[in-house]
C-alpha cells in the first residue's frame, strides 16, 4: 500500500515542491542560526544565490563535527520553548548529537515512517513488536510513532529480555518484528532454544530491520531464521536528519525510496566533495527541507551509495538510493587496503557450514597489521579434517575478495557475544 499521494509525484512536481522548500529553509537558517551565517558568508553565497536546485552544491556542507562544536543547541532554529522532543546519538567519541523537534516535526516524522512502514508491507492489521531500545536513540520512537499512526497494534517491548519476547511473540500474534538484523537473528536462536520454530510456531511475516547494514546474505540469513515468506525490508535514516523515515525498500528490493519532499540527496565524492553524475557512486549528502528544530543542509552522512530515478515496479516515483555497501566510518585500512566489513560478511555467509555470528580482530605486530576472523559454527563437528578444509576455504576467498591475508579461527555455536541493540563486530586494536 502507498501511504500517501506524495510518493507517486511526477518529477517535476517533486523538484518544484524540493525547491520551493529548499528557498524557505535557506533563507530561515541564514537569518536563525549564527553558525550558518558564517559557514555561507565565508564563501560569498546569500539566500538569494539559490534560484534552482542545482545551486544547492553551491552551499557548504556540515558535518558531525558541526553538530558536536555547536553543542548542544547551537544549530537549533528555534527556541528552546518551541521545541517538543529533544533526542540525542550515543556519543562514543566526544559530546553526543543533540536533536529536537517541534511539533510540526513530529507530524513529518510520524508522516516519513508511515510510509516506509507501509513500503515495507506494514498495516493496520499488524501486531507490531519494537525490539529498539527505547530512549535517546531515534529508532525504537521513530518506528513507534510511524507504525502507529498507519493503525498497527503496537508491542513497545524494547531490547533484552529475550525469553519473555518470544513468549510475547507468541501470546500476542506479533506479524511484524522491528530490530536489527543481529538482534533479530539472536531471537529467532532463543526462540529455537526454547523449543519454538520461528517460521512455523510463530507468526511473524514482516520484518522492518535498520540501524544496521543488510546485506543480501544476511537477508538470507533472515529467511533461514525466519522463515522463506517473511517480507524483510531495510530503512534508512540517522538521528541528525530525524531518525528512521528517510528512505525504506519496497516490496521490489531494489534500493530505498528517500521521502524526497523532505529531503534531497545528493553523492559527492568524499575527497573532493564535488558532486558526482546520477548513478555514480559516493558518499551521501542529505538536505532536510521541512525541518523547524534543527534543519540541516548538505548534511555528510558518510554512507556509501548511488542514486537511481528509474521507475520502480511499486508505483512510487521517489528516488531510490542503493542499499549501503559500507560507511565510509566503518572502513578499516589494513596493511593500506580498504576493507569494509560487508565484505568480510558477504565471505562468511556464503558458507553454509558457518553462522551469521563472527568477530573482525585487527592488530599491530611490529609494523605489520594482522587481520583475523572469528567465526561461529553452524554445527559443531569433531571432525578436524573439516574443520582444516573449511578454515582454508574461508582463508582463500577472503584474498580473493580483499587481497588479504587473514587468520580464520573457527568457534563451537553459541561462544561469540550476542547484541540486542547494534553489533560491534570489529575490535581494531591497534590504536592501544
Ligand atoms: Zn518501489
Not at 35 to 50: L, N, T
Not at 352 to 360: A, K, N, S, V, W
Not at 391 to 404: C, E, Q
Amino acid at each position: 500500500m502507498i501511504w500517501s499521494k506524495e510518493e507517486t509525484l511526477s518529477r517535476e512536481e517533486i523538484e518544484k515542491i524540493q525547491l520551493e522548500r529548499l528557498q524557505e529553509t535557506v533563507n530561515r537558517v541564514y537569518e536563525k542560526v549564527a553558525p550558518y551565517r558564517a559557514k555561507m558568508d565565508a564563501v560569498g553565497v546569500k539566500p538569494e544565490d539559490i534560484k534552482s536546485l542545482k545551486d544547492l552544491a553551491k552551499l557548504p556542507f556540515v558535518t558531525k563535527q558541526d553538530m558536536r562544536d555547536n553543542y548542544p543547541f547551537g544549530l537549533f532554529a528555534v527556541p528552546r520553548s518551541e521545541l517538543v522532543r529533544i533526542h540525542a546519538s550515543s556519543g562514543t567519541t566526544g559530546k553526543p548529537t543533540v536533536v529536537g523537534y517541534t511539533e510540526n516535526d513530529l507530524k513529518t516524522w510520524t508522516e516519513c515512517v508511515s510510509r516506509i512502514a507501509c513500503m515495507g508491507g506494514a498495516s493496520k492489521d499488524d501486531v507490531a513488536q519494537i525490539c529498539f531500545g527505547y530512549g535517546m536513540f531515534t529508532g525504537a520512537l521513530g518506528l513507534h510513532y510511524g507504525l502507529e499512526n498507519i493503525g498497527a497494534t503496537i508491542v513497545p517491548s524494547s531490547t533484552g529480555n529475550s525469553e519473555k519476547q518470544i513468549m510475547y511473540m507468541k501470546d500476542f500474534e506479533t506479524t511484524l518484528l522491528v530490530a536489527t538484523p543481529s538482534y533479530a537473528l539472536r531471537l529467532a536462536e532463543v526462540a529455537r532454544e526454547m523449543g519454538v520454530d520461528p517460521a512455523k510456531d510463530l507468526k511473524v511475516k514482516i520484518g522492518l530491520v535498520g540501524s544496521e547494514l543488510l546485506t543480501d546474505a544476511m537477508r538470507e540469513e533472515m529467511y533461514k531464521a525466519w522463515g522463506k515468506d517473511m517480507l524483510v525490508t531495510s530503512n534508512y535514516g540517522m538521528s541528525e536528519l530525524m531518525g528512521p523515515g528517510v528512505s525504506g525498500e519496497c516490496e521490489y528490493l531494489c534500493g530505498m525510496h528517500i521521502n524526497e519532499d523532505y529531503f534531497i540527496p545528493e553523492i559527492i565524492n568524499p575527497e573532493t566533495g564535488e558532486v558526482l553524475p546520477v548513478g555514480e557512486k559516493g558518499e551521501l549528502v542529505i538536505t532536510c527541507i521541512k525541518k523547524e528544530g534543527i534543519p540541516l543542509i548538505r548534511y555528510r552522512t558518510k554512507d556509501i551509495t548511488r542514486l537511481m530515478y528509474e521507475k520502480c515496479k511499486c508505483g512510487r516515483t521517489f528516488c531510490r538510493m542503493e542499499n549501503l555497501s559500507g560507511r565510509s566510518d566503518d572502513m578499516l585500512k589494513i596493511r593500506g587496503v580498504n576493507v569494509f566489513p560487508s565484505q568480510i560478511e558477504e565471505v562468511i555467509l556464503g558458507f553454509e557450514e558457518l553462522g551469521p555470528h563472527y568477530e573482525i580482530i585487527v592488530t599491530r605486530e611490529g609494523y605489520t597489521d594482522k587481520l583475523e576472523i572469528r567465526v561461529e559454527l553452524a554445527q559443531s563437528t569433531d571432525s578436524f579434517g573439516e574443520l582444516e578444509k573449511l578454515s582454508n576455504g574461508v582463508r582463500n576467498k577472503l584474498k580473493v575478495m580483499l587481497g588479504l591475508d587473514a587468520k580464520v579461527k573457527l568457534e563451537s555455536p553459541n561462544t561469540l557475544q550476542r547484541f540486542e541493540g547494534k553489533a560491534k563486530r570489529i575490535k581494531d586494536l591497534r590504536s592501544k
